[in-house]
């Protein structure tokens, strides 16, 4: 009786103590990551917010390959499983709050910084070609036909350096243009979604 007794309290330690670490993988994999990144002595101050990323990722990724047997095979995750590889990478850094914070804050301040970069610097195109028609309704906009015969629709929203050569009319059919723009995600009210729109940045006569 006394070795059953042993027995029994002997599989109920060992049951706890795999619960409970099955509980604190992703604690474990947290610190890992942590000491992956220490190792690395990334420059927070210059490297991307793509490369700090994948930095993150591969620290991750080769924690939780060490660790995989210890989740049960419903929990286990697939690499080419994106779902759950973001809820994975999720729940290893709110972990990592408790273990390296200024990694977690390093990479939300880059998101930021990245996504400020992004907004105050937009991506400019240029397009050169004749005017076809100039169309005021809610918002003024310029068609314009390149020389392989492509139709482009620009608006006019914001002001810019040479709007003086649309405002004073001096921009007709048929002249020949060069006009760059940006590209803005706009909601259509006629369409009822949200779509592409390229906005006049500047116009120059040829």
């Known amino acids: 009786m006394i070795y059953n007794m042993k ?11 795999s619960l409970v670490y099955s509980q604190d ?14 190792q690395k002595k990334i420059d927070y101050a210059s490297i ?6 994948k930095e993150v990722g591969i620290c991750i990724i ?18 080419d499983d994106e779902e759950g590889m973001g809820k994975m990478g ?64 620009f608006l006019i929203l914001d002001y810019f350096e040479t709007a003086s050569l649309f405002t004073n009319n001096e921009i007709n059919k048929k002249d020949i243009v060069s006009i760059s723009f940006s590209e803005s995600e706009l909601y259509d009210p006629k369409m009822k979604e949200f779509r592409y729109f390229k906005i ?3 116009i120059e006569k040829k």
């Open 7 to 17: 027995k029994t309290i002997l599989i109920l330690v060992l049951l706890t103590s």
């Open 25 to 38: 993988v992703y604690e474990i994999i947290a610190k890992e990551t942590c000491e992956c990144l220490a």
């Open 48 to 53: 991307s917010k793509e490369n700090l990323q």
């Open 62 to 79: 080769n924690s939780y390959t060490s660790h995989s047997n210890d989740f049960k095979p419903e929990e286990k995750i697939s690499f």
């Open 90 to 153: 999720e729940a290893v850094a709110l972990k990592m709050l408790n273990n390296c914070p200024e990694t977690i804050f390093e990479l939300g301040k880059s998101t930021i910084n990245n996504t400020n970069d992004i907004d105050a610097n937009p991506k400019f195109s240029i397009i050169e070609g004749e005017i076809i028609d100039v169309k005021i309704d809610q918002f003024a906009s310029i068609i314009l036909k390149d020389k392989n015969g492509r139709v482009y629709n």
């Open 200 to 202: 006049v940045s500047k």
